[in-house]
């Protein structure tokens, strides 16, 4: 219990840090654009609008608001001290992985409203897929935060290689059937999963390269740029 206490304190202070004084503003434009889409999927029965009130709202709110996680020390000129604390080579993972709980949450609720209200799918490869584009845009923020100097420049960043992804991000991962035949069809066994792995070895890549500058403090102290 005693963990778990802190565990919850950690998240909700990464999340007050990203979120600073507007988590009523943000929660409200989340709320707004989910309750839009997911409305608007209910009417039309439109798989593709049901798929963005999962990325959606991440890539409009959560990309914005992760832009900052580095650069609020830099401005703060206290980047030293936060990566020089116990446990500070792994404080903004930490923060990116708040925030991106949240996503997962609000997203495997959404996944599981359309399973009830639109008709049946498989919800596995839906909750997979859910996983793997959140940890793909935590990725993709971590690497520019630790290249870039400015939460503008990092969000720019970010959006541009997410359109570079786009055609995976958006890939609907909705299945009939059963798993049996999931499984037992390599065609439609490769139009599940391609993209998840497409976006996992992206995410992967995109984060080795991140934490190798995350473990080298002297990079960013820098003002940021490509070296």
Same mark, same amino acid.
């Given at each position: ?90 404080? +903004?993972?930490?923060? *990116?992985?708040? &925030?991106? =709980?949240?996503? @997962? ?7 599981? /409203? #359309? !399973? ?76 599940? +999963?391609?993209?998840? *792995?497409?976006? &996992?070895? =992206?995410?992967? @890549? ?7 500058? /995350? #473990? !080298? ?11």
């Amino acid at each position: 219990m005693r963990a778990a206490r802190v565990l919850l304190a950690r998240l909700h202070l990464s999340l007050h840090l990203l979120l600073q004084r507007s988590p009523g503003l943000v929660l409200a434009i989340d709320a707004v654009l989910l309750l839009a889409v997911m409305g608007y999927a209910l009417m039309e029965g439109a798989w593709t609008a049901f798929w963005m009130a999962v990325v959606g709202p991440y890539l409009l709110l959560g990309l914005p608001l992760l832009s900052d996680a580095i650069a609020l020390e830099r401005r703060a000129g206290c980047l030293d001290l936060a990566l020089s604390s116990p446990g500070g080579s792994h404080y +903004f993972e930490r923060r *990116a992985a708040a &925030l991106g =709980a949240s996503a @997962l949450v609000q997203g495997a609720l959404v996944v599981i /409203l #359309a !399973r009830i209200l639109l008709q049946e799918f498989l919800v596995a490869p839906a909750l997979l897929r859910t996983v793997v584009v959140i940890g793909f845009l935590l990725a993709v923020v971590l690497f520019w935060a630790t290249r870039l100097a400015t939460a503008g420049a990092i969000a720019v960043a970010s959006v541009a290689t997410a359109a570079l992804f786009l055609p995976w991000l958006v890939a609907l991962p909705i299945h009939g059937g059963s798993y049996v035949e999931l499984l037992e069809t390599p065609r439609r066994l490769a139009n599940a +999963f391609v993209p998840d *792995a497409v976006l &996992l070895a =992206a995410a992967l @890549l995109l984060y080795a390269y991140a934490r190798r500058r /995350l #473990a !080298r403090p002297e990079l960013l102290l820098r003002s940021g740029g490509w070296s």
